[in-house]
């Protein structure tokens, strides 16, 4: 396999250093998208949203046209559009956000004329200064040029478009949670049913709630055809997509490429991509969609970079961030951290999760730090198998929300993989990497 | 149900009459100050619910305070018809919203598995001694909180530190020691506003699709769809 000519949908901007101005964006064919849509019927629009088969990129990678036929028989009143990006080593929509708020403005208007809907909210990280000056100063100049607001391009339609910051809970990236937020209070998720967003969403009325990069995707959709996207990639996954790759690679960044025509070893290794492993070191391990999925090996590195492909080796694309450790990785303390995350991020409302998550973080401190015992390990996955029955996968839960079956993702990949590691730190009463 | 007589207005005690005015409240705010309410006031005008401002009034009142003192989530409390225990307890929920006071610049060093392969434990231990605070702590001089963050999104530039929420790029030891030279004598003040400050770009329009047309527009569309529906039904049957 090899790197395609793809063309870069959402990422053909970004060599431009104004690529936020409407002016840039206006000359590199802005809001034309929006300008054909108003001529189609929403319908139609949505059409070819369902043609282009576009997965969410939110991580779930649900068909963003499902999402939306399941509303189109009873009129929406809400679309949010979750821009929480916080899943560990995820940083494409923070790009997305900055540095091309109008083509994210651009997308949340066609889905709105396609769904009819009156009112958006823009959710977006709190800890995103730059991205929230950068995406109300954008909607600012949207309002002034007739894009958003009342009877836009002369259409007789009509949105309005509200930029919400969050306030720094990792949670309030799980849909339920960010609508929870959005009303005001604690990012508690809902259990679903009856909770489905689309059913009983923010104020309790339809709302459909979308990713920003999925947003992102729709004004090239509009403009080039459903088709078009649904021509690139293969099977179920469509169309570029953004990958993050982060950790001991010597070109870390965002990446967009086909999908399943690239591999993950040219997304590590191809010189235009990631450029290979630092200081001539081996891959050890990586993990292929944010912290929350089990963990690749070398063996596995020949895998494409399709959303069944993954899922079929017994992980996920998830967020699209990928983290390559190398061989001078202590696999423990990597677990250790990832686990941490977990416990602080828990909302609390679900004991497996609340109190599962502390327990093990706390042991596996304990053998990263050399105070370990060799019966951790069976504790370790009794403890994940109290949040997660059967450490199947995909993950059974016993939670409100997908947080808690999260968690043994990287503690059962490591245990797996790297067994001998913990032995190690446990009998010699330390880490051997310090 | 039986029918009953309609409802008699009940006199009410003026100040909870006050409360009840749905975010144009005319009640008294003793720690806003008349700026803060009305950028507070334009925000709520935004939402169909005004609880749903609270989030972004919380900001509002950390831009002012630096942090949320008691006294303005009493005042958000007012403004949006809720208790300040409810205020509290959305804001207990989130990082970013501090009910203790921090220092000027909140310094957020991301320890987790991106910047952990790339030297942040190393990172956070030099902040700890240099700045003689453990993670969590304020300098003596108020000037500095250190935070042991999590993924701040920004994993191509690791170790990756925020001051403020605003990135401040891959950072090594000693290019740590100058940022916090430069946060104390004033240098980065254009670009990292002080602690509590977080969107310095107004909104510079209030809502303006017609709440009340779009209602009947979308009926008639509704309309509209189940003739075509029931059109095109009648043609295949």
Known sequence: ?434 | MTDTAPPQPQPQPAAVTARRSNGASTATLAHLSRATATRARNLIALYPEPRSALIPLCHLAQEQEGWLTPGVMVDIAALLDITPAEVFGTATFYDMLHTEPVGTHVVSVCTNVACLLNGALELLEHAESTLGVNAGGTTADGVITLEEAECLADCDATPCVQVNHRYVGAQTPESFDALMADLRSGARSADIPSHGTLNRVERTTGLQADRGQIATERAAMADAQSERAAAAKQAGS
Not at chain 1, 114 to 121: D, E, T
Not at chain 1, 150 to 162: L, T
Not at chain 1, 173 to 188: D, H, N, P, V, Y
Request: some cysteine; aromatic content about 8%.
């Open chain 1, 1 to 434: 396999m090899a790197i395609t000519d793809a063309p870069k949908i959402i990422t053909g901007r970004l060599d431009h250093p104004d690529s936020h101005t409407l002016d840039r964006y206006l000359a590199t064919g802005g809001y034309e998208g929006l300008r054909k849509a108003l001529t189609m019927t929403p319908e139609a629009v949505a059409h070819e949203v369902d043609t282009a088969s576009l997965l969410g990129r939110g991580g779930a990678g649900f068909p963003a046209g499902r999402k939306w036929s399941m509303l189109r028989k009873n009129p929406v009143t809400y679309l949010v559009v979750n821009g929480d990006e916080s899943e560990p080593a995820t940083f494409k929509d923070h790009l997305l956000i900055e540095r091309d708020p109008h083509q994210l403005i651009e997308g949340v208007m066609i889905a709105a004329y396609a769904l009819q809907v009156s009112q958006v909210f823009i959710y977006l990280r709190g800890e995103f200064a730059l991205g929230l000056e950068r995406t109300q100063a954008a909607l600012n100049d949207a309002y002034s040029h007739g894009a958003v607001g009342n009877d836009i391009f002369g259409s007789g339609f009509s949105v309005d478009v509200v930029v919400h910051p969050g306030a720094g809970a990792y949670i309030c990236g799980e849909e339920t949670a960010l609508l929870e937020s959005l009303e005001g209070k604690r990012g508690f998720p809902r259990i679903k049913p009856p909770f489905f967003p689309a059913a009983i969403g923010l104020y309790g009325e339809p709302t459909v709630v979308n990713n920003v990069e999925t947003m992102s995707n729709l004004p090239w959709i509009v403009l080039n055809g459903g088709a078009a996207f649904a021509a690139l990639g293969e099977g179920r996954s469509t169309g570029t997509r953004l990958f993050a790759l982060a950790g001991h690679v010597n070109n870390p960044g965002v990446f967009e490429i086909e999908m399943v025509k690239t591999t993950f070893h040219d997304l590590v290794y191809a010189p235009v991509l990631g450029g290979g492993i630092p200081h001539g070191r081996e891959l050890k391990a990586f993990i292929p969609g944010g912290v929350s999925a089990p963990w690749f090996g070398p063996d596995q590195i020949d895998i494409p970079l399709g959303q069944d492909e993954v899922a079929d080796a017994g992980s996920m694309l998830g967020s699209g961030s990928v983290v390559v450790m190398d061989d001078h990785t202590c696999a423990v303390r990597a677990s250790w951290r990832i686990t941490k995350f977990f416990a602080r991020e828990s909302c609390g409302q679900c004991t497996p999760c609340r109190e599962g998550s502390g327990w093990l973080e706390k042991i596996m401190e304990r053998i990263e730090t050399g105070h370990g015992r060799e019966e951790d390990l069976d504790l370790l996955l009794d403890a994940c198998d109290n949040i997660s029955p059967g450490l199947a996968w995909p993950p059974q839960q016993t939670t409100i929300c997908v947080l808690g079956p999260s968690i043994p993702s990287s503690i059962g990949s490591a245990i797996q993989m790297f067994r001998d590691e913990f032995l190690v730190h446990i009998k010699e009463g330390g880490c051997p990497f310090d």
